[in-house]
């Protein structure tokens, strides 16, 4: 097995978020960037980002967005499965973002049960909406298939959220690897992606589901104020 850089594994510098610790909520004031997030970023990219801001366990950010979830049974990161007016609450996201960030739920709307990924993408701490799709094969940033099975255990994640995922950010949720081990050097493992992968990502997500992204983009909606769910739970 290839020896783990101590660099790879590295936390992401995420602005941490105050927290009340004994009950389990976010403190008055606090929010998460929408600039950190790339566009098409999935909820699950989205909660590992969130939880990692806050050195937040796993199973406390599940009670956190599905107080009624089982932390091991989880929940299908869709949008008829999640409630995005609380999920839109805890995190204070633009619901719009948030939207973006799940699956449809549409009849015609076919996605992957697990995980899948783009190795450089996950270095760069990012994982798209897109990827789950049935019909999507190659990452529109990198043109690298996209994956399903961890690359040094070769087991399969489960598209879920629960516990185990949400403690794994960008790893494998059988033996913790780094979905990116072995393949990138150092220099790729920073956080921000380079524009011409951000259009190319962007252009894609407005192909594949006929939404003017550049009005869900994260940053221009954090530079316009636009609708949140934390000014209207204000």
Not at 66 to 92: I, K, N, W, Y
Request: hydrophobic share 35%; proline share 7%.
């Amino acid at each position: 097995m290839p020896r783990r850089d101590a660099a790879a594994i590295k936390a992401p510098r995420f602005p941490i978020l105050p927290f009340d610790e004994w009950r389990i909520s976010l403190a008055r004031g606090s929010a998460l960037s929408p600039g950190l997030l790339m566009p098409g970023e999935s909820l699950v990219s989205i909660l590992w980002k969130f939880a990692c801001a806050n050195a937040l366990p796993g199973h406390a950010l599940l009670h956190l967005i599905s107080p009624e979830v089982d932390r091991h049974e989880g929940v299908a990161p869709v949008r008829d499965a999640v409630d995005l007016t609380r999920l839109c609450r805890v995190l204070r996201l633009p619901s719009s973002v948030l939207s973006t960030s799940l699956p449809g739920a549409a009849p015609h709307d076919r996605y992957r049960g697990v995980f899948r990924y783009c190795r450089q993408c996950a270095a760069h701490g990012y994982h798209s909406v897109l990827f789950q799709r049935e019909d999507e094969n190659l990452c529109p940033a990198h043109q690298q298939s996209l994956q399903t099975r961890c690359p040094h255990c070769n087991g399969e994640t489960p598209y879920i959220i629960n516990a185990s995922v949400i403690g794994a950010p960008f790893r494998c949720g059988w033996c913790h690897s780094h979905y990116s081990y072995g393949q990138l050097s150092l220099l790729s493992t920073t956080s921000a992606m380079r524009r011409q992968d951000r259009i190319a990502i962007r252009r894609r997500l407005r192909l594949r589901t006929g939404n003017d992204v550049d009005a869900v983009h994260p940053a221009r909606m954090e530079m316009s104020g636009g609708d949140t769910c934390a000014k209207s739970s204000r």
